[in-house]
Nanobody, 123 residues
Framework: QVQLVESGGGLVQAGGSLRLSCAAS????????MGWFRQAPGKEREFVAA????????YYADSVKGRFTISRDNAKNTVYLQMNSLKPEDTAVYFC????????????????WGQGTQVTVSS
């Protein structure tokens, strides 16, 4: 159906910024709603942000509101996550995911996942 590949992770100091990218292939990227999730060691995977296909409305977890911004470029088949004011608690593997469901703030509706990219924030 669709393959997803994340990039842009790395090591930054607290207060710094990173931009993650997720490149899609295999199907029409614009057919899907897209989301970002993250998973830290010893913790469950959690919702971070999502963007609708129809009108590009965005949704965020309370923990990242005001700091992270999700966007998409359908012409490039790519979704982005701009992360500012990073905190050590943001350290995790970040995954992008795709779904045709209208319920996009829960892990259970996503059918396609990337392999993840590591983000480490030092204090």
């Amino acid at each position: 159906q669709v393959q997803l590949v994340e990039s842009g992770g790395g090591l930054v100091q607290a207060g710094g910024s990173l931009r993650l990218s997720c490149a899609a292939s295999g199907r029409t990227f614009s057919s899907y709603n897209m989301g970002w999730f993250r998973q830290a060691p010893g913790k469950e995977r959690e919702f971070v942000a999502a963007i609708r296909r129809s009108d590009e409305r965005t949704y965020y977890a309370d923990s990242v509101k005001g700091r992270f911004t999700i966007s998409r470029d359908n012409a490039k088949n790519t979704v982005y996550l701009q992360m500012n004011s990073l905190k050590p608690e943001d350290t995790a593997v970040y995954f992008c995911a795709a779904t045709t469901s209208i319920l996009i703030m829960t892990i259970h509706t996503y059918n396609y996942w990337g392999q993840g990219t590591q983000v480490t924030v030092s204090s």
